[in-house]
């Protein structure tokens, strides 16, 4: 059921919201050991919240899983995936996790992530691997990865997600799902922190089918006052027929496998098919630039955070309590200058104002969410000689190159979905295709800022979905 289906249903008293928050305990006690999807069980509580009265909300008390990293619920636990947190409990529940509340959702748990959310898999070392309910042997992706798995394994109707690069469409793309990571400032988002990684970090869900993707974002969008962003809806498209730009080339240059072109192309014959004109181009932007800007960005984001925790704990932090990657992220950041940082935020203003002028000539820009098919959850990514320069981050004589060498083979999985993050433009990936393995591979539709509405009509025609 979607939805739609389910908020009827409750509203006849046909179910109740406790039957609902039952059969999703027992989905996750019969399942959750195969796939390592959920991390936090909140079912206790979940029952007694069963019993109130949902009837004045939206969605009348429906269960979900928030995500084990930002989505803070007051007295809940606040690991963020990482040892360092593993006995931290949320001081407070943030806005947009209030507002999930005030929605009418009941929260049943929270779901795995990576540590701080810095990879496309989810295999934190606090809670584990993650395996895709689609072939076990594969990842669900990140840093949604846990989110996604246990919605593809019907632990609940729909699931909290977020993504700042990627970790909602990528997961998305992995395991069948529709994905969206809506336009910047649209969000609700604080209280105290309202920029996250710049504006590029935003939380939303991932769902079954895009009908819930609309219903779920006209639901909680919103512009927060105290933030810096603000979300403008777009005018209306009044014509029938669209132009649309694609491209299966890799903005970093790396590999695009044979199945995410027939992906794509399938979805441009599709588009053909129903009257649109398809054109072969690429935004004139330096991808190459923009990535490092936006590890640059990451790097500082992650000094900032661990200079906070270090002034929070009276001490520095030591490279065992973390993973590596966040160890070289945080070093990495430490060493970036403010004018290098400046400079990085000054290209994602421009690289937004080019992809602004690009949907003037264009109503969406269409490429693969994926390269490659999921990484199998055994896949080694760094050398042990890799690893040991990694180690010696704080004395290396070029500190970006490892950063860049440390991304670079994950990066090859994932290079399209960055774009949308940097210049705040909504971008959602649907499941159009499979492969003779029987493996997804989402294709990513993006459109100017604050049309969402754009992205939900044509992806609902794709997707036979009716309204």
Known sequence: MDLKAYIQELEAKTINPKQLVEASIEAINNHNATM?????????????????????????????????????????????????????????????????????FIVIGQTNSPEFGFKNITDSKLYGVTRNPRNLE????????????????????????????????????YTGLVGLKPTRG????????????????????????????????????????????????AKAIPKKTLRIAYTDVSPVGSVVSEDAKAALMQTVQQL????????????????????????????????????????????????????????????????????????ALNYWDRVSDIMHQFHQKYDLYLTPTTAKAAPSVNHVYHTDTFVRRMERIESDENPYQVVWDMFEESLSYTPFTMLANITGQPALSIPLYRNQNNEYFGTQLMAAKGNEALLFSIAKTLMNEKD
């Open 186 to 233: 649209s969000i609700p988002t604080g209280p105290y922190m309202h920029r996250g990684w710049q504006g590029a970090s935003m939380n939303f869900f991932l769902t079954k089918t895009v009908g819930d993707t609309e219903l779920l974002f006209e639901s909680i969008k919103q512009n927060t006052i105290a933030s810096p962003f603000n979300y403008v809806v």
């Open 138 to 173: 594969t990842t669900p992706g990140g840093s949604s990865g846990g989110a996604a798995a246990a919605l593809v394994a019907g632990f609940t109707p729909v699931v909290a997600a977020s993504d700042g690069g990627g970790s909602i469409r990528i997961p998305a793309s």
């Open 36 to 104: 390592n999807a959920v991390v936090h069980p909140r079912f206790e509580k979940a029952l007694a919240e069963a019993e109130n009265d949902y009837s004045h909300t939206i969605f009348k008390g429906i269960p979900i899983l928030l995500k084990s990293l930002g989505h803070s619920l007051a007295d809940e636990p606040s690991t963020a995936a990482s040892n360092l947190f593993k006995d931290a409990t949320a001081q407070h529940t943030n806005n947009f996790v209030q507002n999930i509340l005030d929605l009418g």
């Open 272 to 343: 053909e098919a129903l009257g649109h004109t398809l054109v072969y181009e690429t935004p004139d932007y330096d991808g190459m630039k923009l990535m490092e800007t936006y590890y640059m960005v990451n790097g500082v984001e992650t000094a900032a955070m661990f200079k906070d925790i270090e002034t929070t704990l009276e001490r520095p932090v030591a490279m065992h309590e973390i993973e590596l990657m966040s160890w070289v992220l945080y070093h990495y950041g430490l060493r970036v200058q403010g004018w290098q940082m400046v400079d």
